[in-house]
């Protein structure tokens, strides 16, 4: 079974955002069975996924501490696939979960802050001897900094080819339970999610 994290210990990047739009895209995409997991005590993806109507991807109620264990039970089960989101927080359980990712995917905003805050979410990964992949997220259009932004994470590691812009369907197709794949296939949106999965899922296979 293949273990997405989705780190970063600032919050509003979009992690809970990119764990849900990434989890409905590896279940369009036939990846596999899919499950989401909600380490944040806030419970954002939690309450999102309520309000969804369709039955995939799947969430599992588990507890941080048994997650290890939990995950062992997911994959005898026949899961492929489990995508983590996490809280903003540099912790022993963030830890923990890190620890047993296959991979760590990296939500970043490009902006200066943002850039400097995600040092310690790298030194986590780093010490867990995982492989990281950098998503910029939020980025304005041709505004410069998205470039500058990848040039500075791609010294720590591998920066996702696909940005992901600022669009307020991001936002507004998870409102009640969707997101923006099932708002409308063929929005840039639906296309840039796509093209990020293709990229991860060659990744995991690698
Ligand atoms: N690419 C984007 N375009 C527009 N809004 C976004 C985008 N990514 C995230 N958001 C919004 O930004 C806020 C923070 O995103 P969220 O996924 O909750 O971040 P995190 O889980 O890292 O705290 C949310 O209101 C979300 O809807
Ligand atoms: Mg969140």
Same mark, same amino acid.
């Given at each position: 079974?293949?273990?997405?994290?989705?780190?970063?210990?600032?919050?509003?990047?979009?992690?809970?955002?990119?764990?849900?739009?990434?989890?409905?895209?590896?279940?369009?995409?036939? %990846?596999?069975?899919?499950?989401?997991?909600?380490?944040?005590?806030?419970?954002?993806?939690?309450?999102?996924?309520?309000?969804?109507?369709?039955?995939?991807?799947?969430?599992?109620?588990?507890?941080?501490?048994?997650?290890?264990?939990?995950?062992?039970?997911?994959?005898?089960?026949?899961?492929?696939?489990?995508?983590?989101?996490?809280?903003?927080?540099?912790?022993?359980?963030?830890?923990?979960?890190?620890?047993?990712?296959?991979?760590?995917?990296?939500?970043? !905003?490009? %902006?200066?802050?943002?850039?400097?805050?995600?040092?310690?979410?790298?030194?986590?990964?780093?010490?867990?001897?995982?492989?990281?992949?950098?998503?910029?997220?939020?980025?304005?259009? !041709?505004?410069?900094?998205?470039?500058?932004?990848?040039?500075?994470?791609?010294?720590?590691?591998?920066?996702?080819?696909?940005?992901?812009?600022? !669009?307020?369907?991001?936002?507004?197709?998870?409102?009640?339970? !969707?997101?923006?794949?099932?708002?409308?296939?063929? %929005?840039? %949106?639906?296309?840039?999610?796509?093209?990020?999965?293709?990229?991860?899922?060659?990744?995991?296979?690698?």
């Amino acid at each position: 079974m293949h273990v997405i994290v989705v780190a970063n210990q600032k919050g509003g990047v979009g992690k809970t955002t990119l764990s849900g739009h990434l989890a409905v895209e590896a279940v369009r995409a036939e %990846s596999g069975s899919v499950v989401l997991i909600d380490t944040d005590p806030q419970g954002s993806l939690s309450q999102w996924w309520h309000e969804r109507k369709a039955e995939t991807p799947h969430l599992a109620q588990i507890e941080p501490a048994k997650l290890k264990a939990q995950l062992a039970t997911l994959e005898e089960n026949g899961i492929d696939i489990a995508i983590v989101d996490t809280p903003p927080a540099v912790t022993a359980t963030n830890r923990q979960v890190i620890a047993l990712a296959s991979l760590v995917l990296i939500p970043t !905003r490009p %902006s200066p802050h943002d850039l400097r805050a995600v040092g310690s979410t790298i030194a986590m990964a780093e010490e867990a001897k995982k492989k990281m992949i950098f998503v910029i997220n939020g980025a304005a259009q !041709r505004a410069r900094i998205t470039g500058e932004a990848a040039i500075s994470l791609s010294q720590h590691g591998t920066v996702a080819p696909v940005t992901i812009f600022q !669009r307020t369907d991001f936002a507004s197709s998870m409102i009640d339970g !969707r997101t923006v794949q099932e708002i409308d296939e063929k %929005s840039r %949106s639906a296309a840039e999610i796509a093209e990020l999965w293709k990229y991860v899922y060659t990744h995991l296979l690698k």
